[in-house]
């Protein structure tokens, strides 16, 4: 079935339309011509994206039936330029170049009240009609969502900061200390994005996955230690790495149909002592994968589950990330492996799906 296009007249926008990227009933996309957004609140902020990223979390959607998303805009990692400006909008105005986060809560709520919002129960409702929506060619969020780039941060690296700032809470949730032992598994976007992090906290990182090209970025990035599961267990090699203690924290990154592999090998790499963190996203309605739950017990092994990211005491997360980058102190532009015209996105969505033959890490979007 097509997607029924309204077209509303409008007066406030320079454009009435826009090319979008439309999700099928097939759970591909359909570019065609929507309705521009249109700024209507005095705090809010109209932007024209210039890249978007593909995400895990996009990929798990793909070809997936899934009716109540289907005629929707996706996408929720992005950067690009400001065009309009509500009039009560301080501190940003038309022109500034800016990465968008996306992290919208319903701004009444308990978590909401104290900038946790990435825990706000209406999280993703509300996403999900407003500022999740990067293949797109604008998008509209309130002002407090931008963050601007200095000038020599380009749009495509910018587009990382989403995947960086759902590592840095990650991070912070870990209490990770210097000279820590730390195993990432999973060398996607977010494990790479994990290590970069590790690294910077002055930990020593051994990172898993099963493709080779991945694990041969991950060296580059600053891996101390690559192990490919793909016929083995990284187990050895973890007790080695440790000093035979096993790993003060395992982050897992790897995330979807994978977890009931990849969440064990997490447990069962961290010390007696030590700590999970659980960053890769289970796929809805996953209720049952069975851990070593007695030696968790005994060995008093914490799991910490990180959902997306907002505040850490007083600082944004995507702020952290963007000064790390606009320092040098973490790398995003190696991540990119390649990018296609928001007219090829099927074909970005193929090849971000196929990683093990096209090698793809990050595919980003020009839009
Ligand atoms: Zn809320």
């Not at 009435?16 to 999700?23: I, S």
């Not at 994005?193 to 694990?215: F, P, R, W, Y």
């Not at 793909?230 to 395992?250: E, H, L, P, W």
Request: hydrophobic share 40%; glycine share 8%; charged share 25%.
């Amino acid at each position: 079935m097509r997607c029924v296009i309204l077209f509303i007249y409008n007066y406030h926008n320079m454009e009435e339309k826009m090319k979008a990227a439309l999700k099928t009933a097939e759970g591909t996309f359909d570019v065609t011509e929507v309705e521009a957004p249109k700024l209507e609140n005095p705090d809010w902020v109209l932007a024209r994206i210039k890249v978007a990223g593909i995400c895990g979390t996009d990929l798990r959607h793909w070809k997936k039936e899934e009716p109540e998303l289907e005629c929707k805009i996706m996408g929720h990692e992005m950067a690009g330029e400001i065009v309009e400006v509500g009039r009560e909008v301080k501190n940003l105005k038309p022109g500034d170049r800016v990465v968008i986060e996306t992290v919208l809560g319903d701004g009444t709520c308990n978590w909401c009240r104290v900038q946790k919002y990435n825990l706000c129960p209406h999280l993703y409702p509300v996403r999900m009609e407003s500022v999740s929506r990067a293949f797109a060619k604008y998008v509209l969020a309130p002002q407090n969502k931008f963050y601007k780039l200095p000038d020599h941060v380009s749009f495509e690296e910018a587009t990382l900061l989403d995947t960086f700032s759902v590592c840095m809470h990650a991070i912070q949730l870990s209490g990770i200390k210097i000279n820590d032992k730390v195993v990432v598994i999973g060398a996607g976007p977010i494990g790479l994005a994990q290590l970069q992090l590790a690294k910077a906290c002055g930990a020593d990182v051994l990172i898993t996955d099963i493709v080779d090209s991945a694990l041969e970025l991950a060296k580059e990035l600053g891996a101390d230690m690559v192990v490919n599961t793909k016929d083995k267990d990284a187990y050895d090699a973890v007790m080695q790495f440790t000093d035979y203690r096993g790993a003060d924290i395992s982050f897992e990154c790897a995330g979807g149909p994978t977890m009931e592999q990849t969440l064990e090998q997490a447990t069962h790499y961290a010390r007696i002592g030590g700590k999970v963190v659980i960053v890769g996203g289970f796929d809805k309605g996953k209720t049952s994968i069975s851990l070593e739950w007695q030696r968790i017990q005994m060995g008093e092994i914490k799991l910490i589950p990180s959902a997306s990211y907002s505040y850490w005491d007083i600082y944004p997360e995507m702020q952290m990330c963007l000064d790390l980058l606009a320092k040098g102190k973490i790398n995003a532009k190696k991540m990119i492996t390649h990018s296609f015209s928001l007219d090829e996105i099927n074909k970005a969505f193929e090849t971000a799906e196929d990683k093990q033959h096209t090698g793809a890490v990050f595919v980003a979007l020009t839009i």
